[in-house]
């Protein structure tokens, strides 16, 4: 009984998808047995959904999911199985692991450490666990134990570690440690960021090394309920190895991978520390009889890093693959046909098309393009596909709204994008819609609309009578419409709203449009990594050309999103400490002075910082009407996931008259420039 098989499964939930949830558990389950698995650990709430919101509150979810719990148990014959739940007891709703073990339940693991900060909420909902604390809970007139315990099958003594438990300093492992634990299991909902990865593979390592112990961690799969991205991170290590390691950014519903463990192995681990439990109690053991059955070695087990994890371009392959997967996951769990963007031929929409393509491409490429239909089958217009540009054509539609204002580059960099990915394109000219528009207004008001008086009113109507025609386009074809603002315009305001901001979904609010310009390079030259293989999108090579323009303002003014703004690699840089660091203007300012004295005058970089300030602060009424937006790391703007701001504020008027202050008294410093305007 020295070795076991064991595995971690992760799976593509729907929060209350009972059916759904329940299909992906069990076919999880099978595929564990089929590949003569003995244990097997599933996510954190995977039973119910992660995501569930405010309706955790309500007394039918905790009872859906003791019903299916039930309907999973009942598959569960000559295997160990772990499975996320929420659970109601005394009164109070507890984040849960059951443990269930050839059909029956051995007792329920409660999560004692609660994430409650950026885009978790968990303490809203649940109560934390306190340590050292065990009861017993009546289900169906059975009572099982509940809480801080550890599972005695047979001998080998499993503990959990539920997601956030292993992220605090003084995580439950260290107890388990000190009861002679074999196995750590770790469900989480650990939601993507970039790199973040990386962090989670130490935690694990760390833990199978400190703790003398194998640990098995698995995480959801997918765009859950809308906002967050999962990218079905699984491991196994033990004794400080990695043994094996999953796939990321699966389109599949479930996964498996599976190690064989040494538990001989990790117990002369703890012998040779010289392991001595303090704790006294035993009302933690929770015994029940398992047996595992008689397996042979094997030869040593070495997990491998993706390819595309390998190379020197981790940011971009990740972007591409978190969004293009939520992008799928929205699609199909809202049963909606396809998408619909308005093409300016600009960086945004450009993206917001590309990562259309890619989430085709990179769907074909993880599980074929039979597959991909049958996970669409609503939609009867992709079924007879053959070909990815098929799938394009029906599932992309662009259209090119121009103007007086619109150039022959911006057209001809929107046609050779949609041309290349195979989307159908519209083109269409809106200036009458415009003309119409400004006219009504100055028969009502008496006087003309010019350039000179009325700038943002004569730009922002040309933005907003895009929006009907793009969003009757869509209806027609019950599509979902992007937004295409990204996070620098995000913080700025710069976007009209009800104009270039309507949408269903806003793929491009939580990256920066100097890292945007960056991508869309890379997507072009290099691409996506795929079996050996890259993935470009090279109808890209126009806008790429291109200086970003709104192209609101006539030709001949030359209009710039810069020249408008600031540069965006400074607006981008002034943004982090300003926002995610939480800095005063003063301390800002000093900052990226220092950065970019070299680049830019000290008059310019005062002027640039009152203004993103002032930006900042009046147009926070915007941020609140943003579409939905993925979460993609800690610089993430949205106001009801991540970053909360009043609506209403004093304007830093004070902290920015202390600005003024200091860049006064400290002119010339920097050695550039004259402070003044």
Not at 12 to 22: H, V
Not at 119 to 133: S, V
Not at 188 to 194: C, G, I, K, L, P
Not at 455 to 484: C, E, K, Y
Request: hydrophobic fraction near 40%; aromatic fraction near 10%; charge should be negative.
């Amino acid at each position: 009984m020295s070795f076991i098989k064991v595995a971690s499964g992760v799976v593509n939930q729907t929060p209350m998808a009972w059916e759904s949830n329940t299909k992906h558990i069990i076919q999880a389950i099978e595929e564990a047995k089929k590949q003569d698995v003995s244990l097997i650990c599933l996510p954190e709430l995977c039973i119910s959904g992660y995501g569930c919101e405010d309706y955790f509150f309500a007394a039918d979810l905790a009872e859906q999911a003791m019903k299916c719990l039930h309907e999973i148990v009942s598959e569960t014959a000559g295997i160990v199985v772990a499975v996320g739940l929420p659970v109601r007891h005394n009164n109070s709703l507890y984040n849960t692991a059951c443990l269930i073990a050839n059909k029956q339940i051995i007792g329920f693991y409660c999560k004692q450490n609660l994430a409650n900060n950026g885009i978790h909420y968990e303490a809203r909902w649940f109560r934390p666990w306190p340590a050292g604390l065990v009861e017993s809970i009546e289900i169906d007139q059975m009572l099982y134990p509940i809480g801080d315990i550890i599972f005695d099958l047979s001998g080998v003594r499993i503990g959990f570690e539920i997601c956030e438990d292993a992220w605090v300093s003084n995580r439950p492992g260290r107890r388990h440690y000190e009861r002679g634990v074999d196995i750590i299991l770790n469900p989480s909902a650990s939601h993507f960021a970039f790199h973040k990865f990386l962090t989670r593979e130490r935690l694990v390592l760390d833990a199978s090394r400190s703790f003398g112990c194998s640990y098995i961690y698995t995480n959801l799969l997918g765009n859950e309920a809308g906002r967050a991205i999962y990218d079905g991170d699984a491991m196994i290590a033990s004794n400080g190895e990695m043994l094996v390691s999953s796939e990321r950014f699966s389109y599949e519903d479930h996964l498996i991978i599976a190690a064989v463990i040494d538990t001989d192995n990790t117990r002369l681990n703890q012998l040779q520390n010289k392991i001595s439990s303090s704790i006294k109690d035993k009302t933690w053991r929770v015994p029940a009889r398992f047996d595992f059955p008689e397996i042979d070695p094997v030869p040593q087990q070495i997990a491998e890093l993706e390819a595309f994890e390998k190379g020197g371009a981790l940011k971009e392959e990740e972007f591409a693959r978190a969004v293009s997967l939520g992008l799928f996951d929205y699609l199909r769990k809202s049963r909606s046909n396809g998408f619909t963007i308005s093409l300016s031929g600009g960086a945004d929409s450009c993206a917001c098309t590309a990562l259309c393509g890619l989430m085709i491409r990179l769907a074909d490429e993880s599980i074929g393009l039979e597959r991909f239909k049958e996970k669409l089958s609503y939609i009867k217009e992709i079924q007879s596909a053959k070909t990815e540009e098929d799938l394009a054509l029906a599932l992309v539609h662009n259209i090119y709204q121009g103007t007086e204002n619109s150039s022959n580059d911006t057209l001809e960099s929107a046609q050779s994008l949609a041309e290349s990915i195979g989307s159908t394109f519209y083109n269409i000219n809106i200036n009458g819609l415009v003309e119409t528009y400004k006219s009504l207004i100055e028969e009502q008001i008496g006087r003309q609309l010019s350039w000179k008086t009325d700038d943002i009113a004569l730009q922002n109507i040309q933005a907003r009578v895009r929006a009907p025609g793009v969003w009757l386009l869509t209806n027609l074809s019950n599509h979902l419409l992007l937004a295409t603002s990204n996070r620098s315009e995000v913080a700025v305001g710069y976007a009209t709203m009800d104009g270039d901001t309507a949408g269903s979904i806003s793929p491009l609010a939580g990256i920066d449009k100097h890292y945007l310009r960056q991508w869309l390079r890379w997507l072009e030259t290099v691409g996506c990594e795929v079996k050996g293989k890259h993935i470009r999108i090279e109808g890209l090579k126009k806008v790429n050309s291109l200086q970003p323009t709104a192209e609101l303002r006539p030709l001949e003014l030359n209009q710039t999103d810069e020249a408008d703004l600031m540069p965006y690699d400074f607006l981008d840089a002034l943004e982090k400490v300003a926002i995610r660091d939480k800095k005063s203007p003063v301390d800002c300012y000093k900052n990226v002075v220092i950065r970019f004295k070299e680049v830019y005058s000290e008059s310019q970089i005062l002027g640039w910082t009152e203004r993103f300030f002032k930006l900042w602060s009046r147009n926070q009424w915007k941020r609140e009407r943003y579409a939905p937006s993925f979460h993609l790391d800690d610089l993430n703007l949205d106001p009801r996931s991540w970053c909360r701001f009043p609506i209403l504020s004093g304007g830093f008027e004070k902290e920015l008259e202390e600005l003024r202050y200091y860049a006064d008294g400290n002119r010339g410093r920097y050695g550039r420039g004259r402070i003044g305007f």
